[in-house]
């Protein structure tokens, strides 16, 4: 995104002393300074908090695979247009074992063509939930076959966190500061 963001990240001199105890434990960018998606939600410390709770839970003690998780939100980064998110999660993903070429799948209508059976779904329910906000009865019965009730309750919340996420970046056009665009994406108007 090469827009100039809407609400810039707050600056350290007006950190409250709760925000500033979370920010100074955040992953840093360059510098001493925590990402943008945390800087700028300290415009509002009791959301950030909220948020920052949710996303450590799905990020760190879900019941989704690394890797499952890491394909759902990499597809669901492409199908909202956020570049943020999509730098960010490409080193994430590698780190949970996708390759480059898998990841690269991630952007095409047919993602995932030669990943393992159980993978496949995963971007058809992520493209489903992102268009129709369900699952057709074919993708469910596909992921039904490969993962738990646990899994299956957690798949749309990690899904519409990152939809939720990606408003709030692209909507604020937090910078992106991953240093990875999201590849171009045919047919999408840009903001």
Same mark, same amino acid.
């Given at each position: 995104?090469?827009?100039?963001?809407?609400?810039?990240?707050?600056?350290?001199?007006?950190?409250?002393?709760?925000?500033?105890?979370?920010?100074?434990?955040?992953?840093?960018?360059?510098?001493?300074?925590?990402?943008?998606?945390?800087?700028?939600?300290?415009?509002?410390?009791?959301?950030?908090?909220?948020?920052?709770?949710?996303?450590?839970?799905?990020?760190?003690?879900?019941?989704?695979?690394?890797?499952?998780?890491?394909?759902?939100?990499?597809?669901?980064?492409?199908?909202?247009?956020? %570049?943020?998110?999509?730098?960010?999660?490409?080193?994430?993903?590698?780190?949970?074992?996708?390759?480059?070429?898998?990841?690269?799948?991630?952007?095409?209508?047919?993602?995932?063509?030669?990943?393992?059976?159980?993978?496949?779904?995963?971007?058809?329910?992520?493209?489903?939930?992102? %268009?129709?906000?369900?699952? %057709?009865?074919?993708?469910?019965?596909?992921?039904?076959?490969?993962?738990?009730?646990?899994?299956?309750?957690?798949?749309?919340?990690?899904?519409?966190?990152?939809?939720?996420?990606?408003?709030?970046?692209?909507?604020?056009?937090?910078?992106?500061?991953?240093?990875?665009?999201?590849?171009?994406?045919?047919?999408?108007?840009?903001?």
């Amino acid at each position: 995104m090469s827009a100039e963001p809407r609400i810039g990240p707050l600056p350290r001199t007006q950190w409250d002393p709760g925000t500033s105890a979370i920010l100074e434990q955040m992953p840093l960018r360059s510098g001493d300074q925590p990402l943008g998606i945390f800087t700028t939600l300290a415009h509002h410390p009791p959301l950030m908090r909220a948020f920052m709770e949710l996303g450590d839970f799905l990020m760190t003690k879900g019941a989704l695979p690394p890797r499952t998780r890491e394909i759902l939100i990499l597809r669901t980064a492409w199908n909202c247009g956020s %570049s943020y998110e999509w730098g960010h999660h490409v080193n994430f993903g590698r780190t949970a074992g996708l390759s480059d070429t898998e990841i690269a799948t991630i952007t095409t209508t047919h993602p995932m063509p030669n990943g393992a059976a159980h993978e496949q779904p995963l971007c058809a329910a992520a493209d489903e939930l992102h %268009s129709n906000s369900q699952l %057709s009865d074919q993708t469910w019965t596909a992921l039904r076959g490969v993962l738990s009730d646990e899994q299956l309750v957690e798949l749309p919340m990690l899904v519409g966190n990152y939809v939720m996420m990606s408003y709030l970046l692209n909507a604020l056009r937090v910078a992106n500061d991953s240093g990875i665009e999201l590849p171009n994406q045919p047919g999408r108007r840009g903001p």
